[in-house]
């Protein structure tokens, strides 16, 4: 299984910041994906990649982008941080079509 | 594009009585279909999948879920729960369009376990 590591579990920002979120998975797989989870909404998708600099946008981009330089590792930027961004974010690894995911421990994030 | 409705926010079970979690997707094309676990602060895990054959299947923990693709249904199940089953469950489907890559989830549901 893709063993997906988050740099940070918790971490307190303050409005108007830009912040990083760092996700390194152990294996080389293509397919990494970013998610911010809040009560009664699930799971909703905010980007994810197949490749080396590659992305695509899922249900929610907006006031977020994301960078993958190298093919381990997956950040997801705010680039100007509000309270609504305030959330748990999971970063998801893929061994590819049909193994599901593997998911790491997730940041709360919490802007001030 | 696929969506995942899970009924039930919330759902208490008595220790050692059984419990089901439904879980209902929509799609016209044939997709998998997974069962998520989250304990308290912890990310998601996989407890089960279904891909293709056998309509029941069997995971993790004693879980198993059923695959009913007239009624686009993929329920959770287990014949008796424990304390150590409390959790978030989360169902989700895969889309097609993405090669079955991308998942989209359902809003979960909160399992707790009454002893």
């Known amino acids: 299984d893709v063993k997906v590591t988050q740099s940070s579990r918790y971490l307190v920002k303050r409005t108007g910041e830009k912040v990083f979120l760092e996700c390194v998975q152990d294996?080389?797989?293509?397919?990494m994906f970013w998610y911010r989870q809040d009560p009664g909404l699930g799971l909703r998708l905010i980007y994810f990649?197949?490749?080396?600099?590659?992305?695509e946008k899922g249900d929610i981009p907006e006031g977020y982008s994301v960078s993958r330089e190298k093919k381990e590792r997956f950040s997801l930027i705010l680039e100007s941080a509000s309270t609504n961004q305030t959330s748990m974010y999971l970063c998801?690894?893929?061994?590819?079509?049909?193994?599901?995911?593997?998911f790491g421990s997730g940041t709360r994030l919490t802007v001030v | 594009a696929q969506s995942v409705t899970q009924l039930d926010s919330q759902v208490p079970v008595f220790e050692e009585a059984p419990v089901e979690l439904r879980c209902n997707y929509s799609?016209?094309?044939?997709?998998?279909l997974f069962w998520y676990v989250q304990y308290p602060n912890q990310g998601l895990q996989l407890l089960l999948k279904?891909?293709?054959?056998?309509?029941l299947v069997k995971g993790i923990n004693g879980f198993e879920a059923e695959f009913n693709k007239s009624q686009t249904s993929f329920h959770l199940r287990k014949p008796s729960v424990h304390i150590s089953d409390t959790a978030e469950y989360f169902c989700?489907?895969?889309?097609?369009?993405?090669?079955?890559?991308?998942?989209?989830f359902g809003t979960g549901t909160r399992l707790t376990i009454i002893p």
């Open positions: 989700a489907v895969s889309d097609p369009n993405f090669g079955n890559e991308k998942l989209t």
């Open positions: 294996m080389d797989h293509e397919n």
């Open positions: 990649s197949y490749d080396v600099k590659m992305k």
């Open positions: 799609s016209s094309v044939s997709v998998y």
């Open positions: 279904y891909l293709s054959g056998s309509t």
């Open positions: 998801a690894g893929s061994g590819g079509s049909p193994y599901g995911y593997t």
